[in-house]
């Protein structure tokens, strides 16, 4: 089986929680508490919010909060007082407190624009996008060119897929503070998610060169430089991101699946070793390691390990469908049909299936009888296909390949395989001649079929099996021509 390339393992690159935005302002001290109260106990109050106040610079947020919290209940009820309040919840992860504090305090102070940038990167945090947008254009519309704001407003664009807002908030926020490393950020996810992988590159290098010592750039350079295809760069970002960061096992995985994919299965091994050490409990990090490894094993030939990898990776996570889909395609080479359709099956309604998958699932479907299934994946192959010659490729293998009169089109695998064979760089393509004799064949033209599967033959190994199958299909379809005389 053909090793699949693996996919760099992606730390949730989460900087800043406490920015510019989120930090006590020196401006905005701890307030007396107001109203008609006892001095001594006004006094109790003002002491509480200031300790609260120096716990969270000291960088104490389990501190802070039990001291604001006793302060609240106390009856300390201005703005600061919520605000800090959910400044140190928002610390501790605690976003449901933190956005109650953070809207008491925009309730008694609404034109705050600094309280309401936290509550935004709070909503934004719990997973509400649409509602912490509609907070930062509250504050837009009163702060218009504050970069905070703009580069908090890009992250939450990107997660809402809207590559345009977040383009023109990020973009805004480097006018106003060039060095504003969150913008370099956005705008490398930004690139990444685009496709271009070099812009995504210079902006992680912009970010690296204003805050050297942050790992998850790092990291996230490491990445970009994966998706061009240079891992031997990609392992010095990943090896410099754990060593800032020794005890994350994400940075760990990083360099194990980089030296995996250069060849160097050993120190690979160690280093997924090193990353397991680190995560004692099961989990979906912890399965994403083991699923990582579990590629390392097969391309090493070792089956039962690699099986052994996906399944306790799965155990971590049920809902992990690379390691569904890779169990999948491992338990189909080995003849194993019912846990191939399983786990294919669980990675297809888990939204996660690649075209190679995809194509042997559908053949598995109709092989069993189940044309449905296999109509499915067939309209996801040909869904694909516009923007990618691999799905392309393999809808033509499919059409080819099967034999249900429904799915069985080889004159359309034809003209989608002659217009692979036309793109820049694809004329030699072994694969593509080998797939193009077949349907040419399939449609009776076996002169013109001797012409393709001699240009695969060309560019095949000789012994290798997919030259003897070649070699065989070409002395049968020569048969064929002179035995009726027809060119």
């Known amino acids: 089986m053909t090793p699949r390339p693996d996919r760099p393992f992606l730390p949730v690159l989460l900087a800043g929680i406490l920015a510019a935005c989120a930090a006590p302002s020196p401006?905005?001290?701890?307030?007396?508490?107001?109203?008609?109260?006892?001095?001594?106990?006004?006094?109790?109050?003002?002491e509480l919010l200031t300790a609260g106040a120096a716990a969270l610079a000291a960088d104490d947020p389990a501190l802070a909060a039990l001291l604001l919290d006793r302060a609240v209940d106390a009856g300390a009820d201005d703005a600061t007082a919520h605000f800090l309040r959910g400044v140190a919840h928002l610390h501790l992860g605690e976003l449901d407190v933190a956005c109650a504090a953070l809207r008491e305090a925009l309730a008694r102070d609404p034109g705050d624009v600094a309280t309401r940038c936290v509550l935004a990167r709070a909503l934004h945090l719990a997973g509400e996008p649409q509602a912490a947008l509609a907070e930062l254009e509250v504050a837009l519309a009163a702060a218009p060119d504050d970069a905070r704001l703009h580069t908090l407003a890009g992250h939450v664009a990107l997660d809402l897929r809207d590559g345009d807002a977040a383009l023109e908030h990020l973009t805004r926020a480097l006018q106003s503070d060039p060095d504003d490393v969150d913008a370099h950020r956005g705008l490398a996810l930004l690139f990444a998610d685009a496709g271009d992988a070099p812009g995504s590159e210079l902006a992680w290098r912009e970010a690296l060169r204003r805050q050297p010592g942050d790992p998850l750039l790092h990291s996230g350079l490491g990445h970009a430089l994966r998706d061009q295809a240079r891992d031997e760069e990609a392992l010095a970002a990943y090896r410099a991101a754990r060593d800032l960061a020794p005890d994350d096992p994400v940075h760990h995985a990083n360099v194990a699946s980089t030296l995996a994919a250069l060849g160097h299965l050993a120190p690979a091994r160690e280093a997924f070793a090193q990353a397991l050490a680190r995560l004692p409990q099961p989990g979906p990090r912890r399965g994403y390691v083991l699923y990582g490894l579990g590629l390392l094993l097969e391309s090493g030939g070792d089956v039962e390990g690699a099986r052994e990898a996906f399944e306790d990776a799965l155990s971590d996570d049920p809902a992990l469908a690379p390691a569904h889909q890779a169990l999948g395609l491992l338990c189909l080479d080995a003849g194993d049909a019912a846990c191939a359709r399983a786990h294919l099956e669980a990675s297809l309604g888990l939204g996660e299936l690649t075209a190679e998958a995809a194509l042997r699932l559908a053949l598995l479907a109709e092989a069993q009888g189940d044309l449905p299934l296999a109509q499915q994946c067939a309209g996801l192959l040909e869904q694909a296909a516009p923007a990618s010659a691999d799905a392309a490729?393999?809808?033509?293998?499919?059409?080819?390949?099967?034999?249900?009169?429904?799915?069985?089109?080889?004159?359309?695998?034809l003209v989608i395989l002659r217009e692979l064979l036309a793109r820049p760089g694809r004329d030699a393509d072994v694969a593509l001649w080998s797939l193009t004799a077949r349907a040419l064949a399939d449609l009776g033209a076996y002169a013109e079929a001797l012409q393709a599967v001699d240009r695969a033959l060309a560019g095949q190994q000789p012994g290798d099996p997919a030259w003897r199958r070649d070699r065989d299909r070409r002395g049968e379809w020569l048969a064929r021509v002179e035995g009726d005389g027809r060119p």
């Open 393 to 413: 490729f393999r809808l033509a293998h499919l059409l080819v390949e099967a034999l249900h009169p429904t799915l069985h089109d080889p004159a359309s695998a």
């Open 27 to 46: 401006a905005r001290p701890p307030a007396a508490p107001a109203g008609e109260r006892d001095p001594a106990a006004d006094a109790d109050l003002l």
